[in-house]
């Protein structure tokens, strides 16, 4: 088969001919229809990621789009141990995979699936989120970011606070269902002051950011809160400014600060899996924006690293 084959950490993938898996008992080999280059594949890809074991070769990608033998569409995330996603074929156990629903576009899928499961099991399985709490999602003006936002929005959120840097992507936020936007650019203490004060009193954080604009908004933010002893669950999914931060002992003891995060180990595979089918079903009737770029996996070396326009997915396609 073809496939988009890593060889070297330092390069991106090449379109070449790829050994087919052999589908195990239980599994089934699929066609696939399309799968979505996210944040989570580029740190696969090179070698990164908090999962990756350093072993070469791989192929890149962790969900996908495919058609079984019997013809049917789903749906499914890659195994742990699998090859990736981003070839002709791929294995697909049944256990990680949701049906298309009927005319369901596969590339569109592909696109939204992955970023938009990062706030919707961040939400649904981490904390516990009601109607009427208070979000922020800090560095908003990414895929996820912007998912998170609308997602925050259907789950019941009254209010949601959008933060990022890029300004032609915060302004896509508020129709979008973001009711207050904060720019996190120029002078970072500044930014944190501005965040601060717009965040002060939301009940939980999506934090796609982590290093330097966490460090610094967490006190911002606890600084000035009105009930101190009012929990605040900040959920780290992301680290796009950096692994590392620094926090100072007292910001834990002078707030009801709970810090967690939101991933591979934190939930369970049947936990993410068990998300699926609902947020699926949000996707096929349309409740969340998406946008999506089609790109023949023929083409993944130049595409890897091209430009993409603001709040736009590139989406593989090997069959095209």
């Given amino acids: 088969m073809h496939a988009a084959a890593v060889r070297s950490f330092d390069h991106p993938p090449r379109y070449e001919e790829f050994a087919a898996p052999h589908p195990a008992e239980g599994q089934a080999l699929v066609e696939v229809l399309a799968a979505g280059l996210h944040p989570r594949v580029r740190s696969g890809a090179d070698g990164t990621h908090y999962t990756s074991d350093g072993r070469l070769p791989l192929i890149p990608g962790v969900d996908g789009v495919g058609r079984l033998p019997d013809g049917r569409r789903v749906f499914f995330v890659a195994a742990d141990d699998a090859p990736g996603t981003m070839a002709e074929q791929a294995l697909l156990d049944p256990r990680r995979s949701v049906p298309l629903p009927d005319g369901a576009d596969p590339v569109t899928v592909a696109a939204a699936m992955n970023p938009a499961m990062s706030s919707w099991v961040a939400l649904r399985r981490r ?33 949601i606070v959008a933060a990022g840097r890029d300004p032609k992507r915060l302004e896509l936020l508020g129709p979008l269902g973001a009711t207050d936007i904060v720019s996190l650019a120029g002078d970072p203490d500044e930014a944190a002051t501005r965040l601060g004060g717009a965040a002060a009193n939301v009940d939980a954080v999506i934090d796609y950011t982590w290093g330097a604009p966490t460090e610094r908004a967490i006190p911002a933010i606890l600084g000035r809160r ?76 130049e595409a890897w690293t091209a430009p993409t326009d603001p709040g736009r997915r590139i989406v593989f396609t090997p069959a095209t």
């Fill in 127 to 159: 904390i516990d989120f009601r109607p009427g709490q208070s979000v922020l999602v800090l560095g908003a003006t990414g895929n996820a970011g912007q998912m998170a936002v609308q997602i925050a929005r259907h789950l019941g959120a009254d209010r």
């Fill in 226 to 301: 009105k009930d101190r002893s009012a929990p605040l669950d900040w959920i780290q999914i992301g680290s796009m400014a950096g692994p590392e931060l620094t926090l100072p002992s007292s910001v834990l003891r002078a707030a009801n600060l709970r810090i967690m995060g939101s991933g591979q180990g934190s939930v369970t595979a049947a936990g993410i899996v068990a998300e699926l089918p609902s947020l699926m079903e949000e996707l096929a009737k349309g409740t969340l924006a998406v946008s999506a770029q089609p790109v023949p996996l023929a083409q993944v070396e």
